[in-house]
């Protein structure tokens, strides 16, 4: 009984406040696709030293050979990944920390930021043989909670929805449009499905009937729209005794999130950005760019409300909660332009500064007395 108590809990969660103060930016550069090569495209993005991404603009000059440098430009974040890098890697670099922190009580998200065909759904799904940051957050989910089952009871719930022209929808189980309510615990979805899941097999029947849920382009009727925002929230729910007995809960929800391309999207002067706005361009991540700006730029007010996707995205960028942000980049001189707006936000983004993140706990049944054989009785029943 003792080694369930608050204090011991308390101590392994300590490791993991110091990532609550800003959000971690990353990289990831993918390989050269074969189109691209036979298209004569030149590489301009080198990624050295694990961390340094060196950008290079050529002159726009249609013949390969008389390609010309113009100048280079030189980005660090907190860890790049060059385009070998595999998606285990990726996954232990940027998520498996958090994952450790979502186990304790604490909230974490990660997204996935870029231009159409930069990698954003590789890295967040990937595919059967080269699974992604998703697929193996659940596997090290289930590991870790088969690990500790001595030590109290975890139950996971998973919700998987998508924003779509500013419409909500479950990809669970798809429906009518769902709508946002703001309560105590912050936004949530009225009506998404939580799903129970029990295993690692049965999340990924659940993640690929969702996949094909997302809306497709109507024109290019078997591509995944460039447009659709794709969350798959995971909460944790971690429930043991405190030193008095009582009975505590602790919920950790982590966010994993792929985003709708960036091209066009996002406006880097305000003359674009309204012009884009006019043409009601994917509202959500100009609402996104805003309220980056406005993060970085320490203002009280932070537009949230302008879209779906920030206003689900609240608490990942301001408030409680360690966030993570993948860029997507493509390694060809022909997405020159994207990979540049790309790094430029990644680059904005590494000043953000959230709140220290904190353990959402509650009591939620006061012991009734000191009779310590009847709760090693009721601890064990748990457990089993
Ligand atoms: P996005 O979701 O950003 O539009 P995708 O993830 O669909 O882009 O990637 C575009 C193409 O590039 C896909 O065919 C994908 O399999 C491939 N790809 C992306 N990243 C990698 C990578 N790191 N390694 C190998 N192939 C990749
Ligand atoms: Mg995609």
């Not at 290079?56 to 990944?81: A, G, I, M, P």
């Not at 958090?98 to 974490?108: C, M, S």
Request: glycine share 8%.
């Amino acid at each position: 009984i003792r080694k369930l108590s608050m204090g011991n809990v308390a101590e392994k969660g300590e490791n993991f406040e110091a990532c609550g103060s800003r959000i971690m930016v990353f990289v990831r550069l993918r390989p050269m696709g074969k189109k691209e090569r036979e298209n004569g495209s030149r590489c301009c993005v080198k990624v050295l030293n694990k961390r340094d991404v060196y950008l290079t603009e050529f002159t726009n000059d249609n013949d390969y050979l008389r390609l010309k440098r113009l100048r280079v430009r030189h980005f660090t974040f907190d860890s790049s990944f060059p385009e070998t890098t595999t998606q285990r890697e990726v996954y232990s670099t940027t998520t498996g920390d958090l994952l450790e922190a979502v186990l304790e009580g604490r909230n974490g998200s990660v997204f996935c930021y870029g231009a159409t065909g930069a990698g954003k759904t590789y890295t967040m799904l990937g595919t059967v043989e080269n699974p992604g940051v998703m697929v193996l957050a659940i596997k090290d989910l289930f590991a870790k909670v088969r690990e500790r089952s001595l030590d109290g009871n975890h139950t996971v719930h998973l919700s998987y929805l998508e924003v779509y022209n500013e419409t909500v929808r479950d990809l669970l189980s798809p429906g009518r449009p769902l709508i946002l309510r703001e309560d105590k615990q912050g936004i949530m979805a009225a009506g998404l499905t939580q799903y129970r899941a029990y295993s690692t097999d049965e999340v990924m029947v659940l993640l690929q009937r969702g996949n094909q849920n997302r809306t497709t382009e109507p024109t290019r009727c078997n591509e995944t729209s460039s447009r659709s925002h794709a969350i798959l929230q995971v909460v944790v729910e971690y429930k043991t005794r405190d030193a008095s007995m009582n009975i505590i809960s602790r919920v950790g929800k982590l966010s994993l999130i792929d985003l709708a391309g960036s091209e066009r999207a996002i406006a880097t002067d305000q003359r674009t950005l309204r012009s884009l706005e006019g043409a009601n361009i994917n509202r959500s991540l100009l609402a996104l760019s805003s309220c980056i700006n406005a993060l970085v730029e320490g203002k009280k007010h932070i537009p949230y409300r302008n879209s779906k996707l920030t206003q689900l995205l609240k608490d990942s960028l301001g408030g409680s909660c360690n966030t993570v942000m993948i860029a997507n980049i493509s390694p060809s001189n022909h997405s020159f332009g994207e990979t540049q707006n790309t790094l430029h936000w990644a680059d904005r983004a590494k000043e953000i500064r959230v709140k220290g993140c904190e353990v959402n706990e509650e009591v939620v049944q006061v012991s009734e007395g000191p009779d310590q054989t009847k709760l090693l009785l009721e601890l064990q029943e748990e457990n089993r």
